[in-house]
């Protein structure tokens, strides 16, 4: 039993930075069919601005807040000059874009910071069962999903980035700025992936830091469905006590096989996702 | 609407529509009064819905102008159209499915509340109200179409003629001042045509209509002037006595569509 809660903890406060990169792949998944597999790499940038931050100021809290600048700046940047260009082709070739940019931020960050590791602080006390720094994960995203769903059902601007989802053409001929609402969605989803990030990197930052995390959060996002904020968050708060549960009982060496055996099973079953309603077809 | 006068309301001159080879619309020229109802009338691939294309920014013209009290419109993206007081309903509907009634109508009624993108972002106070401001706006467009009850709705759980209003409601929720309406009548009993005729007359007290529609008893009825269209040029315009006795319109809708 004791073993039990210590797991099931553990695995909320990893499910925690699983949930959020899946919220910001659901955000650009949602507006534009493309999963942005440079999230990890725009959050990499971010995290490391925010070690230059607080190595030279001393202020944890000073680069965790230009980390989330950083990391939105970088979003909106990579959809209008990279994403944008491109994507009138086709989908595939922003996500091989997304791919190319992955590899291209993850390069410069070794020639900027170098390949070593350096130590990166946690943001409050992270030892014991539950720790501070935990309970911060937690309610920062937290925060955020609960952030996401007022924006996108109580505000203006989230209605019209709902209608630019889902009729683009429609939208723009009652007065949506569909370009607009995108490169929003890419900045909102890209601050959401620094948050990930600087909850993910500790203790230490080198640029495949955020890999295997990054696959955890696809992950969660293919479980909850990539068209919604709550499958996100569940999926990512599933997915984390699941892969806590696998280490614990089974042993930490069969976690990435499990997370690939749930991913299988679910597209087999049920593809749209463990946590979105069957798609009513529009005729 | 005292701003509409002496403007000359909506001028299209010698616009010419190429898709490749095709030749959609050939020098076509018409004017919409203020506070009137045009129709614009054809058979099947005359050129209308490329008229309102061209319109709307959706198709590029490759020569002539259209202005809108003397504001030109080509060129334009079709997002800048709705902020000039032009609204405009398809023949598909197209409401957005996963969006309640309620919240279809208030994207369309947008451009009255605008807070900005940036200060809804930041100023979460002013965003409240907007967003407060813009459902009391849709449920008063619905109500004028008599679906505020079903504001909560989702578009694909409706009926197609409720849908209709629900579409109407959307376009009117702008408070447009030029309203493309692209065949409202389809689809729609006897019934339910006689109460659109009856609402598009009184859209004339707010704003310019121009109609694109096939039912041909509604479109005598409530039109102020006629333009006719076949293989891409006008081949008639005039008040709807005149085109009723039209040799020309009478031959293109014999040797097509009657």
């Known amino acids: 039993m004791e073993q039990l809660a210590e797991l099931v903890l553990n695995g909320v406060s990893s499910g925690a930075v699983y ?76 996500i091989i874009v997304t791919l190319g940019l992955l590899m291209l931020l993850q390069g410069v960050a070794g020639m900027v910071w170098s390949n070593e590791p350096h130590s990166f602080p946690y943001p409050l006390d992270f030892r014991g069962r539950f720790s501070a720094t935990d309970a ?80 955890y959060g696809i992950t969660a996002a293919v479980i909850g469905g990539l068209d919604n904020p709550f499958g996100a968050v569940l999926g990512g708060f599933t997915l984390g006590i699941g892969l806590s549960l696998v280490s614990g009982y089974l042993g930490p060496e069969l976690v990435t096989l499990a997370a690939l055996v749930i991913v299988v099973v679910v597209l087999s079953l049920r593809p749209d996702g463990l946590f979105t309603r069957p798609r009513a077809r529009q005729v | 609407m005292t701003s509409t006068e002496g403007t000359g309301g909506l001028l299209v001159e010698d616009v010419s529509v190429r898709f490749g080879g095709v030749v959609a619309l050939r020098d076509v020229s018409l004017t919409a009064a203020p506070n009137t109802v045009t129709g614009i009338i054809g058979p099947n691939g005359a050129g209308k819905t490329t008229l309102y294309n061209a319109l709307c920014g959706l198709v590029r013209a490759d020569s002539g102008r259209i202005s809108w009290r003397g504001t030109p419109l080509l060129g334009r993206r079709p997002d800048e159209l709705a902020g000039l007081g032009v609204a405009r309903t398809l023949q598909g509907m197209n409401l957005f499915p996963l969006m309640t009634v309620a919240e279809n109508v208030m994207v369309g009624a947008d451009r009255l509340a605008r807070g900005g993108t940036l200060a809804a972002l930041t100023g979460l106070g002013r965003v409240g109200r907007d967003e407060r401001r813009l459902r ?123």
């Open chain 1, 19 to 94: 949930a959020a990169l899946a919220l910001s792949l659901m955000i650009i998944y949602q507006a534009t069919r493309v999963v942005n597999f440079a999230q990890p790499g725009l959050a990499l940038i971010a995290a490391y601005t925010a070690f230059s931050v607080t190595r030279a100021t001393g202020s944890y809290w000073l680069g965790f807040v230009l980390a989330l600048v950083v990391g939105g700046a970088l979003g909106v940047l990579a959809e209008r000059l990279l994403i944008r260009p491109v994507q009138r082709r086709s989908e595939l070739s922003a």
């Open chain 2, 136 to 258: 009391a706006r849709a449920l008063d467009a619905l109500a004028e179409f008599g679906v505020a009850h079903l504001a909560e709705a989702l578009p694909p759980s409706l009926p197609f003629g409720l849908r209709k209003r629900v579409a109407l409601a959307r376009a009117l929720a702008a408070d447009p001042d030029l309203l493309l309406l692209d065949e409202p009548a389809g689809g729609l009993s006897a019934e339910e045509i006689a109460e659109l005729a009856e609402r598009i007359r009184g859209f004339r007290e707010r704003m310019t209509v121009l109609l694109v529609e096939h039912h041909m008893d509604m479109v005598m009825d409530v039109c102020d002037h006629i333009a006719v269209l076949n293989f891409g040029r006008v081949i008639a315009a005039g008040p709807p006595e005149a085109i009723r006795a039209d040799a020309a319109v009478t031959e293109a809708y014999l040797g097509d569509a009657a």
């Open chain 1, 136 to 215: 911060f994960a937690v309610a920062a995203v937290g925060v955020t999903a609960l952030g996401l769903l007022l924006l996108f059902r109580y505000t203006p601007l989230g209605l019209r980035m709902r209608a630019a989802a889902f009729r683009p053409e429609v939208a723009r001929m009652v007065g949506v700025r569909v370009g607009l609402m995108l490169t929003v969605g890419w900045g909102i989803a890209s601050v959401i992936g620094a948050l990930a990030g600087m909850l993910a990197v500790p203790p230490f930052i080198f640029p495949n830091v955020l890999d295997g995390v990054f696959v």
